[in-house]
């Protein structure tokens, strides 16, 4: 990681990540209106922004920079957790690009094991189309008999309990 010319840091999870205003502001209205707003942060050497996973935050200033995602491998194993902080980042900063390919590499990686837990991301970053792939594939009984048991959608239960009711209805139709 070059740090040649950075004029900003941002220290998530402990980590310091140097980067460059221009750079983040042209890819992000987000990261505009944060680094040349009349926000406080505009004049801050760092910043420290909270609920960020560290790697995510890594993953997502390199895409900012190559415009591409690092490989399969790098993002964990199975990569669905990261691509789920992945997800609530690029929603964090407006990156629409950086969300569809975090969108259809979630659907790729998605099973029976992690659909309801996606089905919340989907639900939390307004992403419609991977939500109704998602409610799809757990109207099928089997899917859904398997799935029912999964941390994710004990979540989906707590957190959406109509759209669990949706699903429910859906069931074996």
């Known amino acids: 990681d070059c740090t040649l010319g950075t004029d900003v840091s941002y ?3 402990g ?20 680094l040349f707003g009349p926000m406080a942060d505009a004049t801050m050497p760092s910043i ?3 609920d960020i996973h560290p790697v995510a935050f890594k993953v997502m200033l390199r895409f900012m920079y190559t415009d591409a995602l690092p490989p399969d491998d790098e993002l964990g194993d199975p990569p669905v957790e990261m691509l789920q902080h992945l997800l609530a980042v690029a929603d964090r900063f ?22 309801a ?6 639900e939390t970053y307004n992403c419609p189309k991977l939500k109704t ?10 899917n859904f ?3 029912v048991f999964t941390d994710g959608f004990a979540m989906l239960l707590q957190k959406f309990p109509v759209l ?7 069931v074996g139709k």
């Open 11 to 13: 220290i998530v999870g």
């Open 15 to 34: 980590e310091t990540f140097h980067a460059h205003r221009a750079v983040l502001a042209a890819r992000s209205p987000v990261f505009s209106a944060e």
């Open 48 to 50: 420290t922004p909270e």
């Open 94 to 115: 407006a990156l629409d690009r950086l969300k569809v390919l975090c969108e259809l590499k979630l659907w790729d990686n998605t099973s029976v094991k992690t659909v």
């Open 117 to 122: 837990s996606v089905l919340v991301c989907t």
């Open 133 to 142: 792939k998602c409610m799809d594939f757990l109207a099928v009984q089997q």
């Open 145 to 147: 008999n398997k799935a």
């Open 164 to 170: 669990a009711a949706e699903l429910g209805r859906r």
